[in-house]
């Protein structure tokens, strides 16, 4: 009986659709600003908020005016999942705990997603509210070059240099952990192909770094304002983070590197604080990751000091949505990825975001897919199984309309998309829960030290 049903869902039209990376399709900055009017359409959630069961286990103890506190914060969560899993801990955990201990140390954050985030959308605003409240500053990892376009950096490659990501180029390997790698098949010496970044007065960081993959010790020149070095990177198997200098602004050009060297991007880094990497590949559904390996993930994030891993996925199966089915496969194929995840970086936590809501016009009527909300709730029970915290992206949309109550107020496009408004609206959110189980985490510690 289990075989036939999985030859069945095979069998479903939207289902092989979803898995061949049919998708999201990204739209211009105009068409994400323009308000679109009508009617709600359907959908299986109401987006209410639904009150958030106290974690009895870690509860029990605290006295009763640190209970109420605890109580008042947690009632004011709407969106965030983070409640005890099979480890007997809470999701967050390792996160907040990196916080409290941060020091004059960095602590990372790597955000993973589609289009909905690609070119440093909703990471930005993100990174400069928790920087605000935490410091540091910066831009983290920055491609050699993207399709998307970014806020205060501008990305050139002349010829010769290769781009593969994960979602595009399945048979290539030794990806980084943003899924995205560049080299030049060119072994000429006297080639040297260039790679050109500006950085804008906007940015304010403190030093400037090259992430690269396994290298054979090639050779690069970095030229800037102030002049031109030259570099070797170190011989290596696995890669790691060559220092440039202290920060650059305007034109930052890098010649060389061929001969097999594998380059992920600048790194505009901080002394301490926050930083945030943004990993956005368009039209991803997030499967490729797989292709990252544990080792690599491992490296990286204790090079880093990586203690936050969000995965952003699912608006770009919405479409093809049908019926619980359809979204109960989507569902465990996710699971995968996030228990992928979850087993690479056991000192890190894992916050899984749904996809949000989308919509299409109907008889001249623009309406929400029904089962947008169906999809979410699956990734939900996805990341609690797997051990995750989760934040339901979908809901917080439902609250003010859904899909066609944010295009009307400018927050986002019919097909989800969120405009700069809308990105910052969905980051504050966000932010304001996590920092509300973050006062948690601080409470619930302190009266065990007490």
């Not at 999201?24 to 009617?39: E, M, N, R």
């Not at 390996?293 to 936050?308: C, E, I, R, V, Y």
């Not at 897919?369 to 915290?389: F, R």
Request: charged share 20%; with cysteine.
């Amino acid at each position: 009986m289990g075989l036939i049903c999985v030859v069945v869902l095979f069998s479903i039209p939207e289902t092989k659709a979803w898995m061949n990376g049919h998708g999201f399709v990204f739209t211009s900055i105009d068409d994400l600003q323009k308000s679109l009017s009508g009617k709600d359409g359907a959908s299986k959630r109401t987006g209410k908020a639904k009150p958030k069961a106290l974690d009895t286990a870690l509860t029990r103890k605290l006295n009763a005016a640190v209970k109420l506190k605890v109580d008042s914060i947690k009632s004011k969560n709407h969106f965030l999942d983070n409640n005890i899993n099979e480890q007997k801990v809470k999701p967050l955990d390792a996160f907040f705990q990196a916080l409290l201990g941060m020091g004059d140390s960095a602590v990372r954050i790597w955000y993973y997603g589609d289009s909905q985030i690609e070119g440093d959308r909703i990471s930005q605003d993100l990174r400069s509210l928790l920087q605000g409240k935490f410091g540091g500053n910066g831009q983290g990892l920055v491609p050699l070059s993207d399709i998307a376009g970014y806020r205060n950096v501008t990305l050139k490659t002349g010829p010769g240099w290769i781009r593969h990501t994960v979602f595009s180029n399945r048979k290539s390997s030794d990806f980084g952990f943003s899924g995205v790698k560049f080299f030049t098949s060119y072994q000429d010496s006297n080639f040297n192909p260039y790679a050109q970044i500006f950085i804008s007065n906007n940015i304010k960081y403190d030093r400037l770094y090259l992430l690269h993959g396994k290298s054979n010790g090639d050779k690069l020149t970095l030229t800037t304002a102030t002049g031109k070095k030259s570099f070797e990177i170190p011989k290596s198997n696995m890669g790691g983070r060559l220092y440039l200098g202290k920060a650059e602004y305007g034109n930052v050009s890098l010649n060389g590197a061929g001969g097999g060297t594998i380059l992920y991007g600048y790194m505009l880094e901080s002394n301490r604080g926050i930083q945030i990497d943004n990993c956005g590949i368009r039209g991803h559904s997030g499967d490729g990751l797989f292709l990252i390996s544990d080792g690599m993930l491992k490296m990286q994030a204790k090079m880093l000091n990586t203690k936050l891993c969000i995965l952003h996925y699912g608006n770009n199966a919405i479409p093809y949505i049908k019926n619980e089915q359809v979204a109960e496969y989507v569902g465990n194929e996710l699971k995968r990825l996030f228990v992928k995840f979850r087993n690479a970086l056991p000192g890190v936590s894992i916050l899984v975001v749904s996809g949000g809501d989308m919509g299409r016009t109907i008889d001249g009527v623009p309406q929400s897919y029904p089962y947008a909300g169906l999809l979410a709730e699956k990734i939900g029970v996805a990341a609690a199984e797997a051990g995750c915290a989760f934040f339901d992206m979908h809901s917080l949309m439902a609250k003010d309309g859904g899909i066609v109550g944010w295009t009307q107020k400018g927050w986002a496009g019919l097909d989800g998309h969120l405009s700069p408004a809308g990105q910052m609206q969905f980051a504050k959110t966000l932010y304001q829960e996590l920092m509300g189980e973050y006062e948690v985490y601080q409470l619930i510690n302190q009266n065990r030290n007490q």
